[in-house]
């Protein structure tokens, strides 16, 4: 038992994303949504990244979202394992195209509303507070073919009327919002994080930082109504974040991970501080990029900044300047990273770094003295199930225990921290990989890469662990 750290009421659960979990894909009204062109298989990340060919699933391939763990019909038994395990809150996303199938609807979707209204329902009355994502790696189809989905300014209205329409009905039973998740996604895997898709020969760069900048106006259009529709509640901003580590102290390397933390902290900064830095105008300057903006942006931008700084950490990042240490980069994770020789990777040669959690944590504190909330932190592995129908997944709860220990030093070193929600607390589809293989729960789905499977849930070793670490606070790791 180690002394009281965590806050009494500190917000202790898991994270799920609704193209991760829900399936029922066309059910209730639901529109076709990006994720659901992604297929599980070799074809995936050149969509994430933004070449498609065609906007139609093909019939030839399996996509891991149309069914993902049919959430949609089984909330309820999943919700009655996280209450078992003590959860205080929940963190998942709602799917646009579940509102508006075709994102500028006249109307909502009432059964795409009733839907969360029922989920939320079934949370509240197990003591679990929802936290939502407002858009979690989903634009509506319709909105991709029809505007070239956030390249396109008409985006910020259609988000706005969308993000309203949640306020108002949801407005008493959720307190906890997010706009977007992992905002920095964007440039990395454009498809994914704001549905872009690019033709031969276009400046990519320029497209993707105006799309930014549209999400960034979207988010303070959110921020400002969720001010107004729900006065009590709290609003966030999500990044993905870990810091990144000169690989020397040569200031050529200092400088260079300088940079490439800046690329991510840009959007932070917009929506935390609420005007674009110095070094992104330069960066425009430098590179020939004319991002268009609206005269009120400026102060929308200003004046309806973020409650508090939502993100995910896996891991940190490392880089150089020297042209042989670059040829060794990590192959795992989209953030490109040099190897860390000091540091083990997972399965998916995703870097381990418990203390890096706690450096992160500090980072995004002293860079924005707001409350931080951790709402993605996990370990993706291969796990077996053994002749007795057990799955013990000591690697997962040694990888937590390190990170959560780490989470407890950042309180001790002055970070405020409203929760800790641990990415995918029931096995759900991967989003890079679209695998069931890599499972990231407490709870297994018995689910393969290839759809088959009887969907069973068994809960895992760390099932237990984690629900006396909700039970202690976090005194018992
Ligand atoms: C984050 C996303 O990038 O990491 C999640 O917000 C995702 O949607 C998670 O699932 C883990 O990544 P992966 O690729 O292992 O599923």
Wanted: hydrophobic share 35%; net charge negative; glycine share 8%.
């Amino acid at each position: 038992m180690t002394k009281q750290v965590f806050p009494e009421d500190f917000l202790w659960g898991g994270a799920v994303a609704a193209n991760q979990v829900e399936g029922a894909y066309l059910e209730g009204g639901k529109g076709l949504s990006t994720v659901d062109l992604l297929p599980f298989g070799p074809n995936r990340m050149s969509l994430m990244k933004g070449r498609v060919d065609s906007l139609v699933p093909d019939p030839n391939e399996f996509y891991p979202s149309h069914e993902a763990i049919d959430f949609y019909h089984r909330y309820k038994e999943d919700t009655a394992l996280f209450a078992e395990m003590g959860f205080k809150a929940l963190r998942v996303s709602i799917a646009w195209a579940r509102i508006f199938p075709n994102g500028n609807d006249e109307t909502p979707n009432e059964e795409g509303l009733q839907f969360y209204d029922d989920l939320f329902d079934e949370l509240l009355k197990n003591s679990i507070q929802p936290v939502v994502t407002i858009a979690h790696f989903d634009v509506p189809v319709h909105l991709v073919e029809q505007y070239g989905s956030w390249r396109s300014r008409e985006l910020v209205s259609f988000f706005e009327t969308y993000a309203k329409t949640l306020f108002v009905r949801y407005k008493n039973k959720v307190k906890y919002w997010m706009t977007f998740n992992e905002i920095n996604m964007l440039l990395h895997l454009p498809f994914i994080g704001a549905g872009l898709v690019f033709k031969e020969g276009e400046n990519k760069k320029q497209i993707q930082y105006q799309a930014a900048h549209h999400q960034l106006v979207a988010s303070a259009l959110a921020v400002k109504a969720c001010h107004e529709i729900i006065p009590d509640a709290k609003i966030g901003c999500m990044l993905a974040a870990g810091s990144t580590y000169p690989y020397t102290c040569n200031p050529d390397d200092v400088l260079k991970g300088m940079e490439m933390d800046r690329e991510s902290f840009f959007f932070i900064d917009v929506q935390s501080r609420g005007e674009y830095p110095g070094y992104a105008k330069r960066f425009f300057k430098d590179h020939n990029l004319t991002v268009q903006m609206e005269d009120e942006d400026e102060s929308l931008l200003k004046e309806h900044t973020v409650d508090y700084i939502g993100f995910s950490y896996y891991a940190s990042r490392a880089m150089s300047t020297d042209q042989e240490i670059l040829n060794n980069m990590t192959d795992g994770n989209v953030f490109a990273s040099v190897e860390n020789p000091y540091l083990e990777k997972s399965e998916w040669g995703w870097t381990i770094d418990p203390k890096g959690f706690r450096i992160t944590a500090n980072q995004l504190h002293d860079r924005y003295q707001k409350p931080l909330f951790v709402v993605e932190n996990g370990l993706g592995a291969v796990d077996e199930v053994n002749e007795h129908g057990e799955i013990n997944d000591h690697y997962r709860i040694d990888y937590l225990k390190k990170h959560i220990e780490q989470m407890a030093e950042a309180i001790k070193d002055g970070v405020e921290l409203i929760g800790y929600t641990s990415w995918g607390p029931i096995d759900l589809v991967s989003a890079s990989s679209g695998e069931m293989k890599k499972r990231y729960g407490y709870i297994y789905v018995e689910k393969d890469n290839e759809g088959g499977g009887s969907m069973k849930r068994i809960k895992k070793k760390s099932f237990d662990w984690y629900k006396k670490v909700i039970e202690t606070n976090g005194q018992v790791l």
